[in-house]
């Protein structure tokens, strides 16, 4: 029998020091890059594991480049444990700023990222202010430790943006609004039959009449909801073919769905964490 592995507090743990090349139509604003001081720190039991973070503006590398520390029992439980931790950065990047990044952990995949970017003949990128910054970077361990659900739906709608599938990204959008609406919604006054027959068009009912009183994504109606629902649910549990009509169909909602999951996280943004980029 495997010996039973050791709690956290009984582990040997190191500080490992991590740089990261991020991609994507970004570039951080003169008065952010120029400040020596940017850091978070996450407490778990007294120890940070991921903490001062600094954003340098890596334009002549193709990207912005991130330094942080992680603290871990290995190597290579520094380099697992930094990759989830710069993927809910990067999550929140994009879910402030509306704008897909990502990153390569091989030195050779970053690599070949920069010379693709450098062979692209215009850009038109989006400035990541220092306010933004510190409000990403303040408000991460606290969505990790209170608000999961907000941070794994930021994950979501990054994927979306970042994709190439047209039904990978509708699904990815529709989990976004799925996701929040589910863990949003009151159901202590809901009878046994809502619970069974009609859970998710209820809870997004729910979530689209509390957030916008007026002038809701129009995607979000009862009617429309319904459709996406009965397309997402044949697309992930293969119930019918994959034919062309069902790609064009899936494509035609991505622009509002992606205009409505946004909306939503811009939404919660402001009411749960009062973020001014959110008004």
């Known amino acids: 029998m495997p010996d039973q592995e050791r709690t956290p507090e009984a582990r040997t743990t190191s500080q490992f020091t991590m740089s990261v090349t991020l991609f994507g139509d970004i570039k951080p604003s003169p008065d952010l890059h120029r400040r020596p ?17 600094t954003l340098h503006d890596g334009r002549n590398n193709g990207g912005m480049r991130v330094e942080y520390t992680v603290t871990a029992a290995s190597p290579q439980g520094a380099s697992r444990a930094g990759a989830v931790y710069l993927s809910q950065l990067c999550d929140l990047l994009t879910t402030v700023t509306r704008t897909p990044v990502w990153f390569y952990m091989p030195h050779e995949d970053a690599s070949d990222e920069r010379i693709r970017v450098h062979r692209r003949t215009a850009t038109v990128e989006r400035i990541l202010t220092t306010p933004e910054w510190f409000w990403i970077t303040g408000n991460l361990v606290d969505l990790r430790q209170s608000k ?43 009878s046994d039959e809502d619970k069974r027959r009609s859970a998710v068009r209820k809870c997004v009912s729910q979530l689209r009449d509390d957030l916008f009183p007026s002038d809701a994504p129009p995607v979000l109606a009862d009617d429309t909801v319904g459709d996406i629902i009965k397309l997402r649910n044949d697309i992930s549990h293969g119930n019918i073919p994959i034919l062309l009509d069902e790609i064009d169909l899936a494509n035609a909602y991505l622009p509002q769905l992606e205009d409505a999951a946004f909306t939503v996280l811009k939404v919660l ?6 973020d001014e980029f959110a008004a």
């Open 37 to 53: 001081q940017r850091s978070l720190k996450a407490h778990t039991d007294g120890e940070d594991y991921f903490t001062d973070i």
């Open 148 to 190: 999961p659900r907000f941070l794994a739906a930021a994950s979501w709608y990054r994927k979306g943006l970042i994709g190439g599938d047209v039904l990978d990204d509708f699904c990815c959008f529709w989990r976004v609004i799925e996701r929040i609406a589910y863990s949003y919604a009151d159901k202590s006054d809901w």
């Open 269 to 274: 943004r402001q009411r749960w964490l009062d």
